[in-house]
């Protein structure tokens, strides 16, 4: 970072890391009140969608998030402000968004269409904010200092878990058939309320302030690029063993959005709880948060990582062992100790994830090293498409089983990392 962009973000840092913390907080209250795992996954369901597009959900909202960046990195890797981008994204999103809302209350009547227009619309919204991934991190990177990054995210994740709290309070109310209006029109008021909180998250964000930042880098060709992701992997062993982890963490993620679809169709509990466990879960990550934040920026984000792989790590055992005992609505309560645990890992995960990745990618390069790394991801994210086919086949205590496996995976290479702020002996 330049001596010029670093004092144009120390005059900058209070507006730009506060418009960041309210467009956290948005986005916190939508990833909730829209989460693939728990109520998108009960929408489709309800329209005849099969559990093959369940497990669709997820891919679709973390892989449109991760696939395009690399295709466009070449160019946004040029650009002295990346903020043009990221406000053409947030045009996309804002009509797909209304669309739905629309198509929800008007095509009540065709469940068969409104699948296929709610897939098309979702997928659009989703490859547009993977548009916008690489522009967020840039900005991210140009307008805070690493010692702050820990309690940006942190404090992105923090209030997000608050309003999180709200959407599971409207989500509750808006699932239970004895005070909430008909299916449909019950998710068409969820989605209003979501569509509501993309676009204050996306109008908070897009007002930040960005340096602008000449490029050392010449311009390069797509081909080229690729050339010059395939040497970083070679090159930088500490990023090779973060992409591998983060890799065998989102493959371990195959059996996430069927908790709740077991929970109701299998163990009896009844499906207004969901609103419950997003509540259980924004509460436990709500408290911590601060913890991971303050860990992440006095010790470093390898532990925190590591953290955020214990946790998730327990989620299959737990969903293995409550399938020995009979259903019933009793396990309601007892079964939310899963999305206790996701709650608590989901936050370590959102500090540690880009915090390692902006520390460790020099700076002409983070462009690069951002949009590959989640472009990878984001084929790794398909894997949940491959769990609903599992799940279809072989049921549910073998996909667990299966995300038990990778868990542990996932948590030796974890284990394995090193912290990039510990001098080399």
């Not at 973000?9 to 986005?27: E, H, M, P, V, Y």
């Not at 053409?88 to 669309?99: G, N």
């Not at 509540?279 to 925190?304: E, F, K, Y």
């Not at 520390?359 to 590959?372: D, G, H, K, M, T």
Request: charged share 10%; aromatic share 12%.
């Amino acid at each position: 970072m330049s001596s010029t962009t670093r004092t144009f973000a120390a005059k900058n840092f209070r507006r730009n890391f506060t418009l960041g913390i309210i467009s956290g907080a948005s986005f916190g209250f939508v990833d909730s009140i829209v989460s693939p795992y728990l109520v998108l996954s009960v929408f489709v369901n309800a329209l005849g969608a099969p559990n093959l597009l369940v497990g669709l959900l997820p891919a679709i909202n973390n892989g449109g998030w991760y696939l395009p960046q690399f295709l466009i990195s070449h160019r946004i890797q040029q650009l002295p402000r990346k903020q043009v981008v990221y406000r053409s994204a947030a045009v996309v999103r804002a009509i797909c968004w209304v669309s739905l809302i629309a198509a929800t209350f008007l095509i009540a009547h065709n469940p068969a269409l409104l699948l296929v227009i709610f897939f098309a619309l979702y997928t659009i919204n989703n490859l547009a904010a993977g548009c916008a991934g690489t522009p967020f991190m840039d900005i991210v990177a140009k307008t805070i200092p690493v010692e702050r990054r820990g309690s940006y995210f942190g404090g992105r994740d923090l209030w997000g878990a608050l309003t999180a709290l709200a959407a599971g309070y409207l989500v509750s109310l808006l699932l239970n058939p004895n005070i909430a209006p008909p299916f449909p029109t019950n998710f068409g008021l969820i989605f209003l309320f979501a569509g509501i909180g993309v676009f204050f998250g996306l109008g908070t964000f897009a007002a930040v302030h960005e340096p602008a930042e000449t490029s050392s880098i010449k311009s390069i060709t797509f081909l080229e690029q690729v050339r010059a992701a395939r040497h970083l992997v070679r090159a930088n062993p500490i990023y090779r063993r973060f992409l591998l982890t983060r890799i065998v963490l989102a493959i371990s993620d195959i059996a996430t959005p069927f908790y709740a679809i077991y929970a109701t169709r299998v163990l009896g509990i009844p499906a207004e709880t969901i609103g419950a466990y997003i509540g259980i879960a924004t509460l436990a990550g709500l408290l911590a948060n601060p913890l991971w934040s303050r860990m992440s920026d006095r010790r470093g984000n390898r532990i925190v990582l590591l953290g955020a792989a214990s946790f998730l790590l327990t989620l299959p055992a737990l969903a293995i062992l409550f399938g020995f005992l009979p259903s019933s609505p009793a396990l309601a309560l007892p079964f939310g100790i899963l999305f206790l645990f996701n709650g608590i890992a989901r936050p370590a995960a959102n500090i540690a994830y880009p915090s390692y990745l902006l520390e460790i990618a020099p700076a002409p390069e983070r462009p690069l090293y951002i949009s590959f790394t989640n472009t990878i991801l984001g084929i790794a994210t398909f894997v949940p498409v491959i769990g609903g086919a599992l799940l279809d086949l072989f049921g549910f205590r073998a996909l667990f089983v299966i995300a038990l496996i990778v868990s542990l995976l996932a948590w030796w290479l974890a284990r394995g990392m090193i912290e990039p702020r510990q001098p080399a002996k």
